[in-house]
């Protein structure tokens, strides 16, 4: 680590050397004097769902080509628990030095604290944003037995029709609570665990609909087994471009899962856009692209800043039509 | 003969040499385990579930399952040897298998428990075969309801079939149940029993409390007992059995097989109790039955013919429909789960090459271990001989290790920590853990299916009532909690005719 000693590192070393230590370490996790030397050992890319996930799977898809650019290199930890709140706050604790990065999913910040206390939340501002990833979109979907072919036939159905979310506090929940509010029809929530229990119970007519990620539905899709009526996007889905959004037939409820890479706040500038630089190349790649088509993911490669205020404003939005629903996403009590 | 078709595509998966290689390593740490009395199959798959993290589902599994089934083959080797069973469901081995020895025919007491075994777990594994496809038929019927109705069932049976104290069992139930509900209400988001926790926000893992109770709390509960010192083993000679042998025990490993494979499948049933009714079975039968316990070779094969078969058939509730039918079936439930695979109905559709590739494992484990067994009995008897003083901190030391592993996290290492000595304080003071790990996984299973239910329903009960296959479990549940009653009301009746004592005795020995 020593090979190219500082001023610092000497001054230090000559006037105490019992302080050397000290020092030297601080040239090397402090990171302020010294983010030339970026990056300094391997970059931790912390994940707050388990493995094999879709959240799992990006992280692993941009660790795999930043860690070639950066020349380091780049695990992917795990830490699920609480939504992903868990593995935020660890990293948000960290120095902020670029050596620790997680990969942020926007429902944790802008839908989840709509259903979880106030100090559970987590804060968009406890991190500084390297670089925005890729949409994740919603799709409502049918059961066969429910007959329903499009949204028309559900609105039109006159009785109250049950719905399965992924979970409470997600998008799922959260797009079709204020989608039968909109559309003024009665419906019962009931949330499963995570988006393949949520589907498995629209494939055996437990629920009539269902609100669950594209990558998940789509072979079921295709296979004819449930019938897409709608995406919550706010454009039509380039993979499932026959289904209209949301938006098209009335409702104002865009709702999808956005991802993107997060450092803990007050990182060097030099170190940020080190990283930028690394993402870039990667998200750039002919294998990432691959990776994005396979997942049906629609690549949104915006900058930091733009992640940080797109998602606030969904935040705000989010908040506002709660409110003007009077819909409590901890809803069934 | 379309329905065959995955059953063969599951051999390919078998013959991988990664998952070959595996299902050796998994048979191999079986038939150790099994040796060695104290350390059971429950509590190695619970320190050896993080190492599975890191390889394919079914490579894991395979593995884990060869775990499971060797431990059987192993504990007749001590028993039969050393009067030693290293497993509980040897117990009953001991008693001719001994005496065989004894006699000099510890070789044939040993190629008969091998060839029961292997018998007795191919039969198994054919029932497996065909039962799946059919259950795996309603797959998609399986809803909230039903899944409300099994998870009721299946604690139920868990509480009344337990082997010890019942209301010791009740207790252990309740707290597993309490300990269930810990995490946030995933219908309200609502904190339960979190003080304030994030980390307890999800409920507590089930890993840490497996790996807990069964690892750290057996291996400290070990420590305490002194074992009874092995004597030199007699002499092994003359493996394979007489025809004479063979034709003797031949009836018993038949029934054996059928007996170990429906005690295997019901709920709180497994490869002990499988291995007592078969022993019994086998001596109510015989026509000499003073031969038992003084080296007959029925008393041998049929138990370890019966435990073999128990132990494959209970892997069919648990891969069929997700309900773990004893602990450590309980333990691969979370294993699957860690691979985030969710076992139930809906398994063979979805994943075929997992389900058969696993199920197919076994053929190629009942055969490895019946060419293994013999040759490495030797050491394994040498194994024996190494002190509890030594092991034990090498395997508190893999446990601790591998709980940091699975989540990155020193509060599973508390965790662990934490359930090690609630699993020690349960053993010393009686309480099984088995019911306390059930009812653990059955009640959140429970629980949340009997809310989504109600919801679907619109909160009418009689909704359970109008489907049909919840409503037949419903009423199998009712018939199974008046049992007892009914039982004992006709014991009553019995009591008056001399004759109908006789056989409730016999029963109860069962």
Known sequence: ??????????????????????????????????????????????????????????????????????????????????????????????????????????????????????????????????????????VLVASEKSGFKSIKDVTSAGRNITYGTTGVGTGSQLAQTVLFKQANVKGTDVPFDSGKPALTAVLGNQVELATIQLGEAMPQIEAGKVSPLLVFSEERNSFLPDTPTAKESGYDVPVAQYRAVAAPKGTPKEVKDKLVAAIQETLKSDSYKEFNKKN???????????VVTQWKDYAAKYKALVEKYDISLAGNK | MDFLNPVINGFAVVLEPMNLLYCLIGVVIGMLIGVLPGLGPAATIAILLPLTYNVEPVTAIIMLAGIFYGAQYGGTITSVLLRLPGEASSVVTVFDGYQMAKQGRAGTALGLASIGSFI???????????????????????????????????????????????????????????????????????????????????????VPIAMGIFGLGEIMYNLEERHRAAKAPSAVANVRPSRRDLKQASGAIGRGSVLGFFLGILPGGGATIASMASYAMEKKRAKQPERFGKGAPEGVAGPETANNAAATSSFIPLLTLGIPANATMALMFGALLIQGVTPGPQLVEQDPGLFWGVVNSMYIGNILLLIMSLPLVGIFVKILRVRAAILAPITALITLLGAYTINNSMFDVTLVVVFGIVGYLMKKFGFEPGPLVLAFVLGSLLESSLRRALLVFGGDPLGFFGRPISATLLIVFVLVAALPGIRSALAKRKAIVPAGTAATEIKEKV
């Open chain 1, 296 to 306: 049906m993911l629609t690549p949104k490669e915006i900058s930091g800043e733009e």
């Open chain 1, 1 to 138: 680590m020593m090979h190219f000693p500082t001023r610092r590192a000497v001054l230090g070393a000559a006037s105490a050397i019992t302080l050397l230590a000290m020092t030297a370490c601080g040239n090397v996790s402090g990171g302020t004097a010294d983010s030339s030397k970026y990056p300094n050992g391997p970059v931790t890319l912390t994940v707050g769902q388990a493995p094999g996930g879709s959240t799992d799977l990006i992280a692993r898809a941009v660790s795999e080509g930043a860690a070639k650019t950066l020349g380091a290199p780049m695990p992917v930890v795990n830490k699920p628990g609480a939504n992903g709140a868990l593995a935020s706050k660890e990293v948000a604790g960290k120095p902020a030095d670029g050596q620790n990065l997680l990969l942020l999913t926007a429902s944790l910040i802008t839908i989840t604290p709509l259903a979880v206390t106030a100090d559970e939340a987590v804060n968009i501002d406890d991190f500084d944003i390297i670089s925005g990833l890729s949409q994740d979109d919603y």
């Open chain 2, 120 to 206: 007795g777990g191919t039969a198994s594994i054919i029932g497996l075969t065909f039962l799946a496809p059919i259950v795996a038929s309603f797959a998609l019927d399986f809803g909230p309801a039903e899944y409300t109705a099994l998870a009721l069932l299946g604690i139920l049976l868990v509480a009344t079939i337990s082997s010890g104290s019942k209301t010791k069992a009740l207790i252990a139930a309740a707290l597993g149940l309490l300990l269930a509900t810990v995490g946030r209400d995933i219908f309200t988001g609502e904190n339960r029993f979190t003080f304030g926790s994030l980390e307890l926000a999800d409920g507590i893992d089930f």
